[in-house]
């Protein structure tokens, strides 16, 4: 069973910074995409952010380009969002997903996409005040 669990989620203040970790387990985790998502009230789950298997493929929404940074460290099977200069309009339920084609590289459009993935943690609250 492939399991993910996000931590690092936390109230913060505009201009902040706070870094989501993704625990992985189920499976040898340096084989698959890694991608982050979130969901604010009342709005549909967007595209944060994405790695390759590879780690050698990084994709961003427009919204974090320049502000978020992430990473994979396959000897701690972890993907973490590194996120600076928080804005309210961040605030959202961070959810760590991953896909289930052992070393597929798909076209960037495809990252972007959640059905892509197969599988969903359960969620970390970032909350940015103003």
């Known amino acids: 069973q492939v399991q993910l669990v996000e931590s690092g989620g936390g109230l913060v203040q505009a201009g902040g910074s706070l870094r989501l970790s993704c625990a992985a387990s189920g499976r040898v985790f340096s084989n698959y995409a890694m991608g982050w998502f979130r969901q604010a009230p009342a709005k549909e789950r967007e595209f944060v952010s994405a790695?390759?298997?590879?780690?050698?493929?990084?994709y961003y929404a427009d919204s974090v380009k320049g502000r978020f940074t992430i990473s994979r460290d396959n000897a701690k099977n972890t993907v973490y969002l590194q996120m600076n200069s928080l804005k309210p309009e961040d605030t959202a339920v961070y959810y760590c997903?991953?896909?289930?084609?052992?070393?597929?590289?798909?076209?960037?459009?495809?990252?972007?996409?959640?059905?892509?993935?197969?599988?969903w943690g359960q969620g970390t609250q970032v909350t940015v005040s103003s």
């Open positions: 790695i390759s298997w590879s780690g050698g493929s990084t």
């Open positions: 997903t991953t896909d289930a084609r052992r070393r597929f590289e798909y076209s960037s459009i495809r990252y972007t996409r959640a059905e892509t993935y197969d599988y």
